[in-house]
């Protein structure tokens, strides 16, 4: 790896494991392991553990889309790399 590039490689992993990170937790944990602290909750009439493994975790995905193309897009310009 070149030395110029490695600043780029570790911003772009950096994103990707804060987003991975989210997503875990989002996923896995407040759809199955704080599930039943969650749906003492209640969103729309449905328990919150419930609508986040059902719908919730959905909306979040969403956003971390958009999230990560906006952070790319930063960190692509900030390194030259962006495509005009």
């Known amino acids: 790896m070149e ?8 911003a772009t ?3 990707l494991t804060k987003i991975l990170i989210v997503w875990f937790v989002v996923s896995f ?3 199955v392991l704080f599930a039943d ?9 449905y328990p919150l553990g419930f609508w986040f493994a059902q719908q919730g975790s ?3 995905f969403i ?7 906006k952070k790319m897009g ?3 310009r900030q390194f030259d790399v962006h495509e005009d």
Do not use: C, P, R, T
Not at 3 to 10: D, E, L, P, V
Not at 37 to 45: M, P, R, S, V
């Open 37 to 45: 602290a969650l749906n003492g909750i209640k969103l729309g009439g």
């Open 74 to 76: 930063d960190i692509d």
């Open 3 to 10: 030395k110029g590039n490695s600043g780029y490689w570790q």
């Open 63 to 69: 956003a971390l889309i958009f999230y990560y193309a």
């Open 13 to 15: 992993l950096g994103l």
């Open 29 to 31: 944990g407040a759809g």
């Open 58 to 60: 959905i909306y979040v």
